[in-house]
């Protein structure tokens, strides 16, 4: 697609319900990233995909996060047992793979999620 | 472990010109980059540094110094639609193209 989109814009969960947030990246990008944005404050990493290598998981807080990216394409951030501290605009980009690193992120729009 | 700081807030008027800094603490190096984000807008690439020096994109600028953990970008001509967040972020790993982010700098611009 012409951008990354992700899915749902926004989503209300009770406290100890699972949530999937998705994210279709744009095509052709072997990168994809999953970020976590709580209110005014900086973008903390989740987890990194490239290629067919194994991901990157280093950022995932608890083992209640879990990812998948299926077919080196749509990607899904699952949340187990939600607590209201999972509460925040959970952002997926995705890039062109480079040595040097100078293609930068293209952002979705993010999920908002908020656990009540 | 990993460390960026910016100043959280910066203030300017239209026309004028604006220097955020970002200093970084790192395992690796290999390039710094800035994103602007918009209230309630995703975050967009504004810039990437490998090499120490200066790059210029229009109004925007970007600077790196590797030798003193530091980079800055330069907004130029202000408008009030650049009113946003400003990221740093370093990407500290040779073999991925993991980012590690900035707190952010809110940049008001006033008429």
């Known amino acids: 697609g012409a951008g990354v989109s992700q899915s749902p814009s926004n989503k209300v969960t009770e406290k100890g319900k699972d949530v999937e947030l998705r994210c279709d990246p744009i095509s052709g990008h072997t990168a994809l990233y999953w970020y976590r944005q709580s209110l005014g404050q900086g973008l903390e990493f989740l987890i990194y995909?490239?290629?067919?290598?194994?991901?990157?998981k280093s950022g995932l807080p608890s083992d209640r996060f879990s990812a998948e990216r299926t077919g080196g394409s749509v990607s899904t951030l699952t949340i187990q047992r939600t607590q209201q501290e999972d509460s925040a605009v959970y952002l997926c980009?995705?890039?062109?793979?480079?040595?040097?690193?100078?293609?930068?992120?293209?952002f979705g729009s993010g999920t908002r999620l908020t656990v009540v | 472990g990993q460390s960026l700081e910016q100043p959280s807030e910066v203030t300017a008027v239209e026309g004028a010109i604006v220097q955020i800094n970002c200093t970084y603490q790192?395992?690796?190096?290999?390039?710094l980059s800035w994103y602007q984000q918009h209230d309630g807008g995703a975050p967009t690439f504004l810039s990437y540094?490998?090499?120490?020096g200066l790059e210029e994109t229009g109004r925007f600028s970007s600077f790196l110094s590797r030798s003193d953990s530091y980079g800055y970008l330069l907004l130029q001509e202000l408008q009030m639609k650049d009113s946003a967040s400003y990221f740093c972020a370093v990407r500290d790993k040779g073999y991925g193209q993991n980012f590690v982010f900035g707190p952010g700098t809110r940049l008001s611009v006033l008429p």
């Open positions: 980009a995705s890039s062109l793979a480079s040595r040097r690193g100078d293609y930068g992120y293209t």
């Open positions: 995909f490239q290629g067919n290598s194994a991901p990157d």
């Open positions: 540094n490998a090499l120490d």
């Open positions: 790192t395992s690796g190096f290999y390039g």
